[in-house]
Each structure stands twice: as C-alpha cells, then as structure tokens.
C-alpha cells in the first residue's frame, strides 16, 4: 500500500513546520486585497499562520507578513485577522 504524503507547511509566527491542515491560510489576491482563505483556494500569494493569537503577533512583530506579501500590511487588516483567527481556533465540534 502506498504511503499518503502530508503537505507540511512553516507557520510565520512559531516558524515550525506543522501539517498543511492545521495552519490557516493568510491570501494577497491579485487585486493586492489581504484576508483568511477558510478553504485554501484562493488564487494569490498566500502564507501559513498557526490559528493561535501569539502567532500572530510574533509574525507581525517580525514583519513577517509584510515580507511573505511584499506590501506593508494595514492596522485594520491585522486586527481583522486577528478576531478571524480567534473565531477559527475554536475546536471543530463545539
């Protein structure tokens, strides 16, 4: 039997290497628009977050963000995305 190989990808803020379906997906869209893509679909630049919020802040400390997209990143959008992951932490099932 063949072996299903995981997709691993590194999260910005913890900067580990985690399994592709634990991480969130953070997209620049072509039309240079920031946001969380739930499905992993969407076409555009994106970058891996794990759902937690002090990931987050490590990776905007870091500019981590801002480097993965190549455009500085607006205060609104960060705290968009952090009340975003706070609601997508939350274990599937409750």
């Known amino acids: 039997m063949k072996v299903k190989k995981i997709p691993m990808r ?3 803020g913890c900067q580990e290497m985690k399994p592709k379906k634990e991480l969130v997906r953070v ?3 072509p039309e240079n628009l920031i946001d969380i893509d739930p499905g992993g679909k969407m ?3 994106g970058a891996y977050i794990c759902p ?3 990931c987050l802040n490590k990776a905007i400390k870091a500019k981590r963000l801002e480097k993965a997209f190549q455009q500085p990143v607006p205060t609104e959008i960060v705290a968009r995305l952090k009340e975003r992951l706070v609601t997508h932490s939350v274990p599937k099932g409750l």
Do not use: A, K, N, P
Request: proline share 0%.
């Open 27 to 29: 997209v620049r869209t």
């Open 10 to 12: 590194m999260c910005l």
């Open 43 to 45: 076409s555009g630049r």
């Open 52 to 54: 937690r919020e002090e």
